[in-house]
């Protein structure tokens, strides 16, 4: 499952740096709870001004690649480096 999310994620760009969130380390927790992806990501500082369009970007990635999921949730994790 995190094998396929990584691949999923590979493509979502942190649009600052220029690099997927993936080679960024920025995937921390790949969760399945029945019908339900969790996924936490992380920035690259607390005070990312690009969150909301990386989670955007990695929620649609995650829902192309397990359109048998039918509840994922992109949650974001400031706190961690």
Do not use: K, Y
């Amino acid at each position: 499952m995190r094998s396929r999310v990584e691949s999923a994620l590979s493509g979502v760009i942190d649009p600052e740096i220029g690099l997927s969130i993936v080679d960024l380390g920025l995937l921390f927790e790949v969760r399945l709870e029945e019908e339900t992806l969790r996924v936490t990501i992380g920035t690259t500082s607390p005070a990312c001004p690009m969150v909301g369009v990386i989670r955007d970007d990695a929620e649609r990635a995650i829902r192309a690649a397990f359109p048998e999921i039918e509840t994922v949730l992109v949650e974001v994790d400031p706190s961690q480096p």
